[in-house]
């Protein structure tokens, strides 16, 4: 879980800063980094 948990929550933080560069508020990526 571990290993699977360190492989995804980068590509959470990249697509969260995807999401705020396309978003001008931003409300997604917020909902996601903190999820």
Same mark, same amino acid.
């Not at 571990?2 to 800063?17: E, K, R, V, W």
């Not at 995807?18 to 999820?35: F, L, P, Q, W, Y």
């Given at each position: 879980?571990? *290993?699977?948990?360190?492989?995804?929550?980068?590509?959470?933080? @990249?697509? *969260?800063?995807?999401?705020?560069?396309?978003?001008?508020?931003?409300? @997604? *990526?917020?909902?996601?980094?903190?999820?």
């Amino acid at each position: 879980m571990g *290993a699977l948990y360190d492989l995804i929550h980068p590509l959470f933080h @990249i697509f *969260a800063n995807t999401m705020r560069n396309c978003e001008s508020k931003g409300e @997604i *990526a917020v909902d996601i980094s903190i999820s």
